[in-house]
C-alpha cells in the first residue's frame, strides 16, 4: 500500500539522521525498531506477535555487524527479513496424504473467508494430480450454500455430494461412503462459516471431525483480517484443531500481517495461498514473498537481485560512466537489452508492489513490441548522434523515422521519453554525490543495480520508478 | 469566544479540575496510572482502529486528563469514549429511509453484502415500505439463488437474470420493475470484487452510473465492511469511494470478537457515516450504529480489573 511506504524507505530516512553521528548506538537500533513495529502494526500483525518478534529481532541488530555497518539500514531490513521469513516457516505445500482410502480434507473457518473456493480449488489441483476428488457440501446455514459448491464442481468436473435437509455430520459420514462407493480417493469436507465464539457451531465443527476423522484439516484465513485473528485461530486450534492454513484474497493489496499471528500463535504452517476468484488462483505458500509482502516491500528485493546478478561488470563500469556524464542512447539501447533478459517490462513491473494495478490501468499489458521498435529507433540514429542525443533536430529526427519505418512522432516520444530518464538519472546523480561525500557509500551493489536498469531500480525510489512507468507507458 | 462562555467553561473545568482532586484526596474510584497510557494504546490498536489513530487518541486524551484535571479511571474513560465518538462523521443517516430510493450494497468478496440486503429488504418492509431487490451479483456461483432464498425470507420480490449476464442490465430491469409495481425501495446487490481490481472497478462503474442515468429516485451506495478487517479497510474505501461516490457504510460481523476499529478510521478519514451494522446470520440481525455504543464496544478490555 502506497500510503505506508516501505519498511526499506522508512529506515533508509531513520538512519540517515543517524549517519553523521558514526557508530550506532543502542538508542539508534530502538529508533529503528519502532520503524518495524510500525510497519508491522500497520500490516495487520498483531500487537502482541510484534511485541515479541521486536525483541527479538533487536538483540540480533545489536551485533557490531549493524553498528558499524555503512549501510545500516540494508542490514536491518535483511535481518527483519530473515526472522520473518524463518517465522512464517517453510514451504510445506504438499498435501499430507495418507494411504487411506478415501482420504478427508476438513476446512474450516470464518464466514466468507474463502472456504467454499478453495475446496474447489483444491478439488481442481488433485484432480491435476491424478486423484478423484469428491466435494461434501456441509454448509446447510448459509442460503445456497450447497447450490454454490455443486455449481463449482460442476465447472470443474467433479462430483458434489450434497446431503439436503440432513445434518451436516451427517452429511460428511454420508459423503464419505458416497466416496467409497464411487471410487473417489479423496473426500474434501466443506463446512459452514463460524465465529470462534459460537458454541454450537464450534461443536459441530468438532463432531464432523469425530465422525470423519479428516486426514487433514485446513483453516481458511482472509488476508484482509486485523488484529482479531488470534483469538479466531487460538479458539479453532483448541477446538477442532487444524494442521495447516491456506490465506486467500491475497490478490488485494492487503499486506497479510495475520499469516504471521496465525504462525506464531499456532505454530500451524500456511501451506497454500488463494489469488483470485478463477479455481486455478491457488499457488504454493513461499514465506520468503510473503515477508516482503507483510514489509510492503513487494518483489523488489528479487527484482534487485535478479537484476544485480545480470549486471556483469561491464555494464557496472557503464553505469558508473552514465552517472558521471549522463546517459547515451548506447546506454539506452544496453538497458532495453538487459531488461528483455529479465523477462520484459511488464514482468519487473508487476513484481513490484502495486505493479500489477499498474499494468491494469496501462490496459492490461505492456506492449513489448514497443521495446521493438525503440530499439529500431535507435538503430537508425548515426553513431554521433547516440552519443550526443541533443544534437538530433527536426531534420536528423525526420530521416531516423524514415530510416525505422515509424513516424517522426514516435522518434520524438522517444526522445522525450530518454531526456526524462536522464533527468531522473540527473537526481540519482546528485543522490549518490552526497552519499559518496559522507564516506564512499555507492557500493558495487548500488552501482550493478544502477547499470541493471539504468538508475531505475534503487529501492528508495519505488514510488519515482512506478510513476515514470507510469507516464511511459500511458 | 463571548464572556459568558468562558466564564462557563472556566467554571467547568474548575469543577472537574476539584472533582479530580477530591478523587485524589478522598481515593474516590480507581485512579489512572501510567500503565493505563500503555495499556491504551494497545488496546486501541488491537481494535484495529490503526496504530497511528492510537497514538493520536491517546496523546489527546492524556492531553485532555491533564487540561481538564480528569484522574479517576471512569471519568478518563468517559472522556475517552466522547473522543472517539465524535471522531465518527454524522452523515445523512436517513440514506436508508429516503422515500423513494435506490442503493446499491458494494463491498470486497465476502463481506456480508447479500445477506445484508436480506436484512434491510425485511426491515423495510416491516417498517411499511415497498422494497424491490435486483440480483447484480451475476458473476459468483449460486449468488442468484442465495440472494432468492433473502427475497423467499423478507418475502421481498427479486429481480434477476442468468448467471453471467450483464449486471447494469439487471439493474434497469430492477428500476423497472419498481416502477411497474410502485416499489419504493431499490435495492441492488453487486459482486464482491476487490478494490485492486481495475476491470472489476471500471465494470461497477458502469453498474453504477446506468443506474444513475435510469433512476428517477436517488441513487445511493453502501459499502460493506467486515468487522474482521484490518487496515486494508482504509484502502477498500478509498478505492470504493473514489470510484464510485460512496454515502456510507455497514459493517457486518460484529456479532464476533472483532472490534471493526477501521471503521471509525474510515468514517473520519473519508467522511461516511456508518449507517448500521450487522449483528449475525439471521434476518433481524441488523442494527442501527450508534457512535457511542461502538466506541464503548472498542475499548472494553482497557484495565480491566475496573469492572
Ligand atoms: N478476490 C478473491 N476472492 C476470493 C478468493 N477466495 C474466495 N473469494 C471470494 O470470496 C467470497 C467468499 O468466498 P466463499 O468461498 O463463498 O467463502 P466461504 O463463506 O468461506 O465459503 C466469494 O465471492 C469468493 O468468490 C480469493 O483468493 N480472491
Ligand atoms: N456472523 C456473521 N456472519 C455474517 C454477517 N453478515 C454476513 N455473514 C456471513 O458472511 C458470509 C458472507 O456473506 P454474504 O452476504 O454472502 O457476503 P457477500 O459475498 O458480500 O455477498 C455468509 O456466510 C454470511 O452468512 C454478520 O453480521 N455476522
Ligand atoms: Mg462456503
Ligand atoms: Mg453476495
Redesign the pocket.
Same mark, same amino acid.
Given at each position: 500500500m502506497a500510503v505506508f511506504g516501505n519498511l526499506s524507505n522508512r529506515l533508509q530516512d531513520t538512519f540517515e539522521g543517524l549517519r553523521s553521528k558514526g557508530r550506532l548506538t543502542e538508542a539508534d537500533i530502538d529508533t529503528a525498531m519502532r520503524e518495524v513495529r510500525m510497519a508491522l502494526l500497520e500490516a495487520d500483525v498483531n500487537f502482541k506477535v510484534v511485541k515479541d518478534f521486536v525483541a527479538k529481532t533487536k538483540e540480533r541488530c545489536l551485533t557490531s555487524e549493524v553498528l558499524e555497518s555503512l549501510t545500516p539500514a540494508q542490514n536491518v531490513v535483511k535481518i527483519v527479513l530473515e526472522e520473518l521469513t524463518d517465522l512464517l516457516g517453510t514451504t510445506e505445500s504438499k498435501l499430507v496424504l495418507t494411504s487411506r482410502i478415501p482420504n478427508v480434507i476438513m476446512l474450516v473457518g470464518l464466514?466468507?473467508s474463502g472456504k467454499t473456493t478453495a475446496a474447489a480449488k483444491l478439488a481442481n489441483l488433485l484432480k491435476a494430480q491424478g486423484h478423484a476428488p469428491l466435494l461434501a457440501a456441509c454448509d446447510v446455514?448459509?442460503p445456497a450454500a450447497a447450490d454454490q459448491l455443486e455449481t463449482l464442481g460442476n465447472e470443474l468436473g467433479v462430483k458434489v455430494f450434497r446431503g439436503d435437509g440432513q445434518h451436516p455430520v451427517q452429511i460428511a459420514r454420508d459423503a464419505v461412503r458416497a466416496a467409497v462407493d464411487g471410487m473417489k480417493d479423496i473426500v474434501i469436507v466443506d463446512t459452514?462459516?463460524r465465529?470462534q465464539v459460537d458454541e454450537a457451531m464450534m461443536q459441530e465443527a468438532a463432531d464432523i471431525k469425530a465422525a470423519v476423522k479428516p486426514d487433514q484439516i485446513l483453516m481458511v484465513v482472509d488476508s484482509m483480517t486485523g488484529q482479531d485473528i488470534v483469538n479466531v485461530v487460538t479458539a479453532f486450534a483448541e477446538r477442532v484443531d487444524f494442521d495447516g492454513v491456506i490465506m486467500t484474497k491475497l490478490d488485494g493489496d492487503a499486506r497479510g500481517g495475520g499469516a504471521l499471528s496465525v504462525r506464531s500463535v499456532t505454530g500451524k504452517p500456511i501451506k497454500f495461498i488463494s489469488t483470485g476468484e478463477k479455481p486455478d488462483a491457488f499457488e504454493v505458500f513461499h514465506p520468503d514473498r510473503m515477508a516482503r509482502r507483510i514489509l510492503g516491500m513487494g518483489d523488489m528485493v528479487s527484482v534487485i537481485e535478479k537484476v544485480s546478478a545480470q549486471a556483469d561488470e561491464e555494464q557496472a563500469e557503464a553505469a558508473a560512466r552514465m552517472l558521471q556524464r549522463g546517459m547515451t542512447f548506447d546506454d539506452f539501447l544496453a538497458q532495453l537489452k538487459s531488461i528483455e533478459k529479465l523477462g520484459g517490462f511488464a514482468s519487473i513491473i508487476s513484481s513490484l508492489p502495486g505493479g500489477d494495478r499498474l499494468l491494469d490501468k496501462a490496459g492490461g499489458q505492456i506492449d513489448e513490441r514497443m521495446t521493438k521498435r525503440t530499439e529500431a529507433i535507435i538503430m537508425s540514429m548515426t553513431k554521433e548522434e547516440r552519443a550526443k542525443p541533443q544534437i538530433i533536430n527536426g531534420s536528423r529526427r525526420a530521416r531516423i523515422a524514415r530510416g525505422a519505418g515509424v513516424e517522426v512522432y514516435d522518434v520524438n516520444a522517444l526522445i522525450k521519453q530518454f531526456n526524462q530518464i536522464n533527468k531522473m538519472m540527473g537526481k540519482m546523480r546528485a543522490q549518490v554525490g552526497d552519499a559518496k561525500g559522507k564516506g564512499g557509500r555507492m557500493s558495487k551493489r548500488a552501482r550493478r543495480m544502477m547499470g541493471g536498469l539504468g538508475g531505475l531500480g534503487d529501492v528508495a525510489s519505488q514510488a519515482e520508478m512506478q510513476r515514470m512507468m507510469r507516464d511511459m507507458f500511458k | 469566544m463571548g464572556w459568558l462562555k468562558r466564564l462557563s467553561e472556566g467554571l467547568s473545568k474548575t469543577r472537574k479540575k476539584i472533582t479530580g482532586e477530591l478523587n485524589v484526596l478522598f481515593e474516590i474510584g480507581p485512579q489512572v496510572g501510567p500503565e493505563f497510557w500503555d495499556d491504551l494504546e494497545a488496546t486501541l490498536i488491537m481494535a484495529d482502529i490503526g496504530v497511528g489513530a492510537a497514538e493520536e487518541v491517546t496523546s489527546r486524551l492524556r492531553e485532555q486528563s491533564q487540561r481538564e484535571g480528569l484522574t479517576g479511571l471512569a471519568e478518563v474513560k468517559e472522556a475517552l469514549v466522547g473522543l472517539l465518538a465524535e471522531a465518527f462523521t454524522t452523515g445523512d443517516y436517513a440514506i436508508l429511509d429516503e422515500r423513494p430510493s435506490c442503493v446499491l450494497f458494494v *463491498?470486497v468478496?465476502?463481506?456480508?453484502?447479500?445477506?445484508?440486503v436480506g436484512k434491510i429488504a425485511s426491515a423495510a418492509k416491516a417498517r411499511g415500505r415497498h422494497p424491490i431487490i435486483g440480483s447484480a451479483?451475476t458473476f459468483?456461483a449460486a449468488?442468484i439463488e442465495?440472494l432468492d432464498v433473502w427475497g423467499r425470507r423478507a418475502d421481498v420480490r427479486v429481480v434477476e437474470r442468468t448467471r453471467g449476464s450483464d449486471p447494469a442490465s439487471v439493474c434497469y430491469d430492477t428500476i423497472d420493475a419498481a416502477e411497474r409495481e410502485g416499489a419504493d425501495l431499490i435495492l441492488i446487490?453487486t459482486a464482491?470484487r476487490l478494490h485492486t481490481s481495475a476491470d472489476l472497478m471500471r465494470e461497477l462503474q458502469k453498474v453504477v452510473q446506468v443506474t444513475r442515468k435510469r433512476a428517477t429516485c436517488p441513487v445511493r451506495v453502501v459499502l460493506?465492511i467486515d468487522a474482521t478487517t484490518g487496515q486494508n479497510g482504509l484502502s477498500q474505501a478509498k478505492e470504493f469511494n473514489e470510484a464510485l461516490g460512496v454515502d456510507g457504510v455497514i459493517m457486518?460481523?460484529?456479532? *464476533?470478537t472483532a472490534k471493526g476499529g477501521i471503521a471509525l478510521a474510515i468514517s473520519h478519514d473519508l467522511g461516511l457515516p456508518v449507517l448500521g451494522i450487522?449483528?449475525?446470520?439471521a434476518i433481524s440481525?441488523l442494527q442501527p450504529f450508534d457512535a457511542e455504543e461502538f466506541s464503548r464496544a472498542l475499548i472494553t478490555g482497557v484495565d480491566d480489573n475496573e469492572e
Open positions: 464466514q466468507g446455514y448459509r459452514a462459516g465465529l | *463491498g468478496n465476502g463481506a456480508g453484502k447479500t445477506t445484508t451479483d459468483r449468488a442465495q446487490d464482491g460493506v457486518t460481523k460484529l456479532d *464476533g450487522g449483528v449475525g446470520e440481525d
